[in-house]
Nanobody, 119 residues
Framework: QVHFVESGGGLVQPGGSLRLSCVAS????????MNWYRQSPGKEREVVAG????????NYADSVKGRFTISRDKAKNTVYLQMNNPKPEATAVYYC????????????WGQGTQVIVSS
């Protein structure tokens, strides 16, 4: 069964950095694409970054371009989201899921990991 476990969130200051991790299981990792999504209270979930797991080709939403970097480690079935100098608007719960950029993810979702950007 498909399973995602997100981790690495926490409190980060503007100008600081965090690296989120997503360990995936239940499918052939390199055959798919995955995205990072985020959701803030009162807002719809939005896609922020995506990666083709085989090639490493990446995509970014305009809101995070130049600040976030998505990567993967195929040997570890893990996708990362490096957040550098995040804006306060980046505060959200972050989720990973399978999906072709910029499309939706699918059930089941992981628990997500909370990121708070604050001074």
């Amino acid at each position: 069964q498909v399973h995602f476990v997100e981790s690495g969130g926490g409190l980060v200051q503007p100008g600081g950095s965090l690296r989120l991790s997503c360990v995936a299981s239940g499918f052939t990792f390199s055959m798919f694409a995955m995205n990072w999504y985020r959701q803030s209270p009162g807002k719809e979930r939005e896609v922020v970054a995506g990666i083709r797991l085989g090639s490493g080709e990446s995509n970014y939403a305009d809101s995070v371009k130049g600040r976030f970097t998505i990567s993967r480690d195929k040997a570890k079935n893990t996708v990362y989201l490096q957040m550098n100098n995040p804006k306060p608007e980046a505060t959200a719960v972050y989720y990973c899921n399978r999906g072709q950029w910029p499309g939706p993810g699918y059930d089941p979702w992981g628990q997500g990991t909370q990121v708070i950007v604050s001074s």
